[in-house]
């Protein structure tokens, strides 16, 4: 009870200059604003905080889960997956661009995937293989574009072949055909000057040690890489939760010294401000702990019983569970605001401060003692002087006593 007493003080310290002076809605604007920058500024600091650590992306990239993970590298398109590879810091020239062969991001990573990075990042410095992939590029999109244009020629070629021998055309089809047999002798050379960067590509040492690499897996290599992934990622859900609250406590503590501070020595404007500021630091620091629970419980702490539900067909009484716990959870909380927070002595306190009536909420006219709506009489007779006081208020108006009928 004491504290939810203390509770009910710290409220009213968010929307409340003192007792006797009433927080003008200026000032509480000018607060909520201070409280939404704080708080941008917060979640901003706490996500440059935890960008220290090494993520999940980090230690295992999605380029390296491609290639070992997913078994996107294959015998037919392991040099074009590689040309993606390399060149993709010299296809994405904007400053904004992140480079994918940084030395303090490959320290970060996954044994398998720094020795792939490395191997790859030999080849990438490599001038005379980067040119190969370089104009291996620029001869596929050449080839994309003749292939494309011999297609549209072909099409209207037999367009007009099956008309000319309807007898409903008399163009000539000579400049088409000859148009036809030009690109497709320009795709023919085109595809023997690929074959040939295909085939130094392949003999380079670099290129074949980094292959080498990428052909180690089999089932049994996959299976330990994935469990090291899982394992990676539920450790560090715990240290990342570390991390932030290292960066969110301080400030949380910071905040509520202060507070206390400003209690003692009966500093208002301090205590207002410090209130919400304790607000502020607390949320973030919830969200991130209810982030791991909501993260942690369902996959991890009851992957058993989602197992032997599986087994006997019955995972709909998760989802019954699920939702008469939220039904629980709803009726707690309706109760807490309705009889705690929100109560029927609240009410009338509300109702009483604006001249209305306590039973049932109308406006009494002026200097009524019974309402004309619902009757209810809106004084009683203090039990320590005997005189008119309100229903609603709790100390009587003549003697100052805790009034009780």
Known sequence: MALFKSFLRFKDRLTKFNDQEPLNKLALTVIVLLDIFVLSVVFGGLATHTSQLTSPDEYFPYSCKRVFVNSQWSEANKIDQLQQFILYDYNNYSYQHQKVFDESKISKMHPVCKKFYQSAEKIYKNKKLQELFVVRQELLKKKTQWTKEFNADKNVYDSSLLEKIAGESRGDLTNVSSAMKNR???????????????????????????????????????????????????????????????????????????????????????????????????????????????????????????????????????????????????ISFVYLIQKKLFNKKRLYQKRLMKGDCFSCGKMLPKNGNICPFCGANQFKKCSQCNGDTFVAGEYCVHCGNHSVS
């Open 184 to 330: 497709s002798q320009e795709i023919v050379d085109i595809s023997l000057e690929l074959a040939g960067i295909d085939k130094k590509i392949k003999t380079d040492p670099l290129v074949i040690k980094l292959l080498a690499i990428v052909n180690i897996g089999d089932s049994k290599f996959r299976e330990s890489l994935i469990k090291d992934i899982n394992r990676y990622d539920r450790i560090y859900l715990f240290r990342e939760l570390v991390w932030q609250l290292l960066f969110l406590l301080p400030l949380f503590l910071v905040f509520y010294f202060w507070h206390t501070k400003s209690i003692k020595k009966n500093n208002t404007v301090g205590t207002l401000i410090s209130s919400h500021l304790i607000v502020i630091a607390a949320i973030p620091i919830l969200i991130e702990i209810i982030r791991v629970v909501l993260d942690l419980i369902p996959y991890h702490f009851f992957k058993e019983l989602f197992k032997l539900l599986e087994l006997f067909h019955i995972m709909a009484l998760w989802h019954y569970i699920v939702i008469f716990l939220s039904i629980g959870v709803a």
